[in-house]
């Protein structure tokens, strides 16, 4: 795995949210007929996607009723700085997918000497 291979994501506020190998432009996004909100998938137990996300996940879940007219739960995950919603997963524990609000978050330049890229050499 290449070091140029993983993204980093930031908050609109600048705050530090994500780092993920593939970038995000390389996954799926959700059907949009079953949830009206722009989400990107990421898979959890799946060997191919590695990624770390900063952010404060809500105890108790928000239900939501989906375009297909079923319920579904969702734990929110917010910005630690500013407290934006910035993903969501829809179980308890042992979730299978993180999903990305497309909105909340842009990429950052991990030659900018964040930790992320703290093997590079001069
Ligand atoms: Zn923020």
């Given at each position: 795995m290449h070091q140029s291979?993983?993204?980093?994501?930031?908050?609109?506020?600048?705050?530090?949210?994500l780092a993920?190998?593939?970038?995000?432009?390389?996954?799926?996004?959700?059907d949009p007929s079953i949830c009206g909100v722009p989400s990107i998938v990421i898979?959890?137990?799946?060997?191919?996607?590695?990624?770390?996300?900063?952010?404060?996940?809500?105890?108790?879940?928000?239900?939501l009723r989906r375009k297909d007219g079923k319920d579904e739960r969702w734990f929110m995950y917010h910005c630690p700085r500013c407290n934006l919603a910035v993903a969501y997963d829809t179980a308890d524990k042992e979730a299978?997918?993180?999903?990305?609000?497309?909105?909340?978050?842009?990429?950052?330049?991990?030659?900018?000497?964040?930790?992320?890229?703290?093997t590079r050499r001069i």
């Open positions: 291979d993983i993204a980093a994501y930031r908050c609109r506020c600048a705050q530090f949210v993920i190998t593939p970038p995000l432009s390389n996954l799926p996004h959700r898979p959890r137990n799946d060997g191919r996607c590695v990624f770390t996300i900063n952010a404060d996940r809500d105890r108790k879940s928000t239900n299978a997918f993180t999903y990305i609000l497309e909105s909340a978050l842009l990429p950052m330049d991990v030659d900018e000497g964040n930790s992320v890229n703290e």
